[in-house]
Every structure is written in structure tokens, then in C-alpha cells.
């Protein structure tokens, strides 16, 4: 039987936007989305807020030290990463070869930025405890790095699917 290729289902390399890649394709579309939720909620809750001049002015009964700069670079980082899962989008749907590297480094800065704002959370506020929501934050992103970072390193359908440059 010369010229009959036989393939086991295994040799079968799939390309394309689908299997797992939905998943991911679902968490990068909805990941704009919810940063700029977090940007409303920085900016509705304190900066907006009436009493952030008193949070902020040293000789205010209502001041904390270091709010401000902890405020800031939380909307500054707010900003970078809106932007960078703009750019991840785009290296999403045009299957660019980018696309895993960067989404893996964003996926890693993601969990550390979360991680480390929380640290610096608790230096301003050294009373406070972690509040429910940000363990589980802190959770989800270092569990999500735990999974999709392998997959977008070993996964043979990424391999085949992102190669535009």
C-alpha cells in the first residue's frame, strides 16, 4: 500500500481557535472587562470618594500614611495591564506566534501584581487583615498560573495554531 499515509489519532495535531484555546480565548476577551471594572472600583470607591482629601492630607483626624502612593500605583498598574490584554487580544485572534510568551509573562505579573499589592495593602494598613476577596484573588491567580502557563508551553494545538508573525 505505497503512497497511503496512516495516522494514529494521537500524530493528529489540531490548529486552531478551539478545544482548551476557548477557555483561553473566553478569560482574554473578558480580561479588559474586568479591569476596567477595577479601575471604576479605585476610582469610585477612594480617589472619587468626598473624604479622599482627608485620606491624603497629613494633618487630616482621617489621614493614613502611604494611601496615596498605594492608590496611584494600583491605578497605574490597573492601566498597564488594561492595555497589555488589549495587545493580548489582538495576538489572540490573529494567532500570533507573541501570543503564548506574552500571555504566560502576563499571566505570572498578574498573580505577583496581586501578591504584591495585597503586601503593600497590609504595610498601610497594618491593623487590617486580608479581606476574603483578596485570598481569593490572590488564589485564583496563582492557581490560573498553575494551569495555563504549562498548557501554553507543552500544548501541541498552541504550537500549531499560533505561528503568524
Not at 493614613?64 to 492595555?83: D, H, K
Not at 495576538?91 to 506574552?102: I, M, Q, R
Not at 503586601?119 to 492557581?143: C, G, K, N, Y
Amino acid at each position: 500500500m505505497s503512497g497511503v499515509l496512516f495516522l494514529h489519532m494521537n500524530d493528529i495535531v489540531k490548529k486552531g481557535l478551539g478545544g482548551w484555546l476557548i477557555l483561553v480565548g473566553i478569560g482574554v476577551v473578558f480580561n479588559p472587562i474586568n479591569q476596567i471594572y477595577q479601575l471604576n472600583l479605585i476610582y469610585k470607591d477612594t480617589i472619587g470618594a468626598v473624604y479622599w482629601k482627608f485620606l491624603i492630607t497629613p494633618n487630616s483626624e482621617s489621614y493614613v500614611p502611604y494611601l496615596q502612593p498605594l492608590i496611584i500605583s494600583e491605578l497605574i498598574g490597573c492601566v498597564i495591564f488594561t492595555i497589555a490584554s488589549l495587545y493580548m487580544i489582538y495576538l489572540f485572534f490573529k494567532e500570533k506566534k507573541l501570543f503564548p510568551k506574552f500571555f504566560c509573562y502576563f499571566m505570572f505579573f498578574n498573580a505577583l501584581w496581586v501578591c504584591v499589592d495585597a503586601f503593600f495593602a497590609m504595610l498601610v494598613f497594618p491593623d487590617e487583615q486580608l479581606d476574603s476577596e483578596t485570598i481569593r484573588e490572590m488564589i485564583r491567580a496563582i492557581i490560573a498560573c498553575s494551569i495555563w502557563i504549562p498548557y501554553m508551553l507543552v500544548s501541541k494545538r498552541v504550537a500549531a495554531t499560533f505561528i503568524n508573525y
